[in-house]
Every structure is written in structure tokens, then in C-alpha cells.
């Protein structure tokens, strides 16, 4: 048994006082939860104290907190290991409430009026086409394998919590209910795939407002990856369906691909009036809209330009790469394939063996992802 | 020690002070610097999103490149790491993927071996800390920065996801850039931007989300004091710097506060002059940081 100690956020909107810290000294094993230590709290001290748990073994998702700063499981998070941590200051272990989310109570955030609300957003149940059959639907295993990582979401709301973007928007629909969206969108069985990606494109706080910040894949007890699963909607919003979306999502996605095509390095001084413009440099100097975005970004470019840092005439000479060509030529083998190939580790985990050529395994691709799968590689191998 | 040098694409484009500023402090530091002029674009998660395979095999060639110099990858930017790091993972997870992968390789001669043990891409910050050591770098110091408060901004691709960016084996990673702070004299200020977004990746797809985040970090900055940042990332610096005059709208307030490059705050202390690291061609003025450190040489 050892002594950790505790710094609790508290907060009782009924008492009318501010939020506060508590300090606490929990006698237990190093190896038990901070869950256990603030329940250990609530029975022996002060039984107000309030944070929601059930399972308190990681597969509910009803405590999540913030610990040292990080969006996690009360229930999965051992004392020994967060006192332990760099960010535990003097080995004192911070809990508090969950961010992006009003407090209710001490731990207690209101999932209901942005979690559920986000998921509530994405239509998230199966539309499928006509009548519904006799009998249950009929999918071969492999064409659900993609979308297992979404579904292996808890709605803990850790990713909720952790979401930088909707620090800054809290409209953005977020990375649990777009990891949502995912799990119908690759569903074989809805009908609306199309509609619901347009939808999620065109939305101004939809899959273009997400930042790529990672936060949502480090803090993700479940390895659902969020963010991939956001950039998996992109991808397939403009690579199957080709939606030109009022964001300038698929303008941006398009210009970049396109200029390390030609240059094999970023032409910089191309890409924002390429991403107005849909990807068309000559649109985007016709088109009003682009138009008014350069326009908009004046200042900043004639800044840029006074400042030094940006050369106009290497800015708008850009070398192409010496080895331009081979780049081009990847492009064209990998493009003129018709599909695309992906290695999802949470899939296929990760090759234990040191050796090349090692392990009879089947060629990288959708077919190999679901060999391995049906091999039961799935949940043990999973890392993201 | 020699490394195969990945400036990556803004440091040769919008942020050449940087560029120059690595290859000022270079001969300093003992790093001779064998830059990769063939190699190409990390695809900075944009590539990503588009096609896998296509980003893989490009940053394989980027690897593979590098390993035919016989050392180990440097880079100067936070995006190409996390960008790097994400395809390198996945080539060095499967032995069938990765010779797929070197198929598109193999017309230029070029192969990308699975990565053990010391062949390694680092970012500078990295470097500094695991192979050059912060004991050696304070021996390098000739002008201890003293009195200047910095902020770190590390930028997310270099401390998220921790699982494939070393973490397991250099658990204190996320703290590198306060470590560094520290021994170059200079004070690391705490403040809640350090480890957040910069934005950069939305700015011309959600600008309000984006420049409301660089705004917050920079007030959040300076309310701590900071005289300063400092970011291993140019596109950080690119929508902290660039794009801070327009950034103080959506945060309504005045902000003016310079961000340094790596190796600018580096090569101050070890003795180069403001002007030999391009601090002249920054968007918000460097002047207050110079001043500064024109009284520490004095004094």
C-alpha cells in the first residue's frame, strides 16, 4: 500500500460557490484505478463527491475524466503509473472534468448536450434501400471488415474531451460522431452513402474542420482512431465520389496532390488560389468566390512578401525536383491501379518477426485484411 | 556525425530562414548535413488522406534515399516526422506491404530496408537531446540566453500519436523543446498552447477554427510572459508568425510576439548573429528578442 495523492476538481453549481480543488491521500496498491481511489474518497470521506462510473473495467465508457492534463478512463488508469508521469507535478495525480463538455457536477460532464448531440447529427442508424427483407441482411463478413475499428467505439467521449478543434468551434461535429458517420458509411448496406458524405463535406464544421491533431487517436481507450476514420470520410468523399464541397476541402486535397505531382516538392505560392478554385488555377481567378478568399488573404500574402520571407520570384518560379519524374511515375502506378490498397494496423496488426519475407501471408490489400481478420489477428494485434 | 539532411519543403519555400538558419548552426553542432536534394514531398497528412499506398511508397523513397548516404534522416519539421513516422510504421509493420511498396521503388534502384536499431529519422529536436546530449550542448554555449523566457510550441505531429513516435523507448520526448530551452540559459514558460494545434492544416478549409487556435496560443503565450516562441515546425511557424496580424482579429486583442525557429534560438546561444539566422525576415518583428540578447553579449 502507498499513499497517493490527489488533486480533484469540484464543482456544485447548486451551492453557488466557484469550482475548487480538493487535495487528497488515498491508501491503496499501486496497480488499483484512480477510479478506485476516488470511490475509496466517496465512501470513507465525503460521499458528495460526484463521478460517474458502472463497469470499472474499461468497456462501459461512462468514466471518463481528464488525468494529468489527459482525456482517459478513471477505471483504466492505474495510481502507480500516473504519479509516476512527467506531468504529474510532485507526483500529484490532477483529476478533472472532461472538456468541450459543461460540468454538471464535480466530475460529471453533460454528454447529452454536446456528445449525443454530435452523434444525434450524423443520422447515426442504417438507411437501407427498399423494403426491409424477411429476414436479416446478408453481408459477407469481409466487406464490414473496414468498418470495425469504428465500431469498436465505447462513447466514452474521451476524444469529445480532447478535440482541439472543438476547442476552437465547438460546432465542429467532432471525432466521435464523425467516427460514427464512418461506421454507416462503409456500411455495404446503407443506400445514402453519397448523401451522407456531402452532407458531412458541405457542413462548414464537418470533416474539413478537423485539424489533424492526433488528440483524438492518443487519448482513444479503444484505438478507434477518430481522426483516421475522418480522414477515411475525405477520402472517400472525394476519391469516389469527387464532392466539390463549399469548404475548399476537395480544392485543397486536389491542389496538393496535384503540385508534388508536377514539382515533387509543395509549390507553396500555388496552393491557395489552386484550393479556391477547386483545384484549377485558372478557376480560381475567374470564379467570385475564390476571388473574394484571395482577396481575403491579401494582407497576409503582401506581409509575407514585405517581411522577406517570401521570395516573389522563387515564389512564383517553383524548381521542379531534379528526380521530378520518378515522382511522377509513382503517381502513375499507384493511380492507374483503380483501387486503392490500405494497411490498417488495427486490422492487421503488426509483424512480431525481425525477419523479412517472413510468414506466409497473403499480398497487402482488402483480401489480406480479411484473411487476417477471420485469423482472429484483429483485437490482439491492434495498434494505432 | 554525419545525417541525411530532409529539410523538407517550407523551410526551401516560405520559411527560408530556417533553411539558412539549420545550415548556420550545423558546423556548431558538429553536424555535417547531407541534404537530400532528390527527395520529395512527406505529403504533410494531405497525401495521406488521398491515397495510402501513393504516400507510403513516396516517403519510402525519401528512406531509402537517405539510407544509401549510410547515416541516419535528420529533419527540421515537425508535419514530415509525424507524416514520416506514420508511413514508416506501417512499412516496417508488414514484410508483404513493404516489398509491394519497394516494387515502385525498384525501376530507380532505390529500396527501403525494414528500419532496425540505429538507422533512425529524427527531427533536430531529438537530435539534441538522444544524440548530440544536453551536457554537450550547454558545453556549446557561448551566449547563455539568460533572462529570455521562451515558450515551447512543439506542433502536434511530433507528440501525438505517442505509440509510433518513439515514445515507448524516449517516453520524455514531449518534454524535449523545455529541456532544450533550459540549456541554452533560456527560461521554458508553462502555458496551456505548448502541445496544441497551431491550425495550420484548416486555414483554408475552416480559417476561423484555425486562426482562433493560433490566436489563443499566442495570447495564452504572452499573458504567461513569454518574450517568445519557439517551434520545431515551420508550419507552425507559418500560422503563428505569418498569419499572426490576421489571427488578432479572431481573438480580438493585440498579439506581436515573435516566434523563433529551432535552430535560430539554438544558434543565438551558441554564438551566431541575429542576422546570419534570418531573423530579419519574420512577419512580427524580432527586434525585442535581439535587443535582449545584444545586452547579454555585452554584459
Known sequence: MSDFALKVRRYDPESGEPAYWEDMSIEL??????????????ADTDNSLAIRCSCQAAICGSCGVRINGQSRLACNTQLGEASEELRAHDGTIVVEPMGNMPVLKDLIVDMDAVHWKKVQRVVPWLLPEGDPPEREYIVPAESMIDITQSMACIQCGACVSACLSMEADPEFIGPAALAKAYRFVGDPRDSQTEERLRDLAEDPHGIYDCTHCFACIEVCPKDVAPMSQIMRLRRRAIGDYGIKDSNNGYGHEKAFVDLVEKYGTLHEAQLLPKSFGQGSLIRSQIDPDSLKQLAG?????????????????????????????????????VESRGERIELNLYIVGEDPSDNEGEGAQEPAGGDRAGADAEAGKSEEGAIQ | MKVAYWPGCVSRGFTPELHGSMAAVAPKLDLEL???????????????????ELVDTLNARTFALAQATGASMMNICSTCQGAQSECQQRLDADPDYREMINSHLEPEGLRYERARGDWK?????????????????????????????????YGCYIVRPTGRLGYDEFPQRDFYLDFVIEALGATAVEFAGSHKCCGFPVITMAKTTSLRQAGRHLADAIDAGADCLVTPCPLCHLNLDLQQPDA??????????????LPQMVGLALGLEPKELGMDKHVVKTRDVQRKVAELAAA
Request: proline share 5%; with cysteine.
Open chain 1, 29 to 42: 496498491e499501486p496497480e488499483r484505478s484512480v477510479l478506485d481511489a476516488i470511490l475509496k474518497y466517496k
Open chain 1, 297 to 333: 488573404s491579401f494582407p497576409t500574402v503582401i506581409a509575407g512578401l514585405k517581411s522577406g520571407k517570401v521570395n516573389p520570384i522563387k515564389a512564383i518560379w517553383h524548381k521542379k525536383l531534379a528526380d521530378q519524374k520518378q515522382v511522377k511515375r509513382i503517381y502513375n502506378e
Open chain 2, 34 to 52: 547531407v541534404e537530400l536534394d532528390r527527395a520529395n514531398c512527406c505529403g504533410a497528412g494531405v497525401i495521406a488522406e488521398h491515397n495510402q
Open chain 2, 121 to 153: 529519422n529524427k527531427n533536430l529536436l531529438w537530435m539534441l537531446v538522444e544524440d548530440i546530449g544536453l551536457d554537450r550542448l550547454r558545453e556549446k554555449v557561448v551566449r547563455p540566453l539568460e533572462g529570455l523566457r521562451v515558450a515551447p510550441f
Open chain 2, 248 to 261: 488578432e482579429k479572431f481573438v480580438e486583442r493585440e498579439l506581436g510576439i515573435p516566434v523563433l525557429h
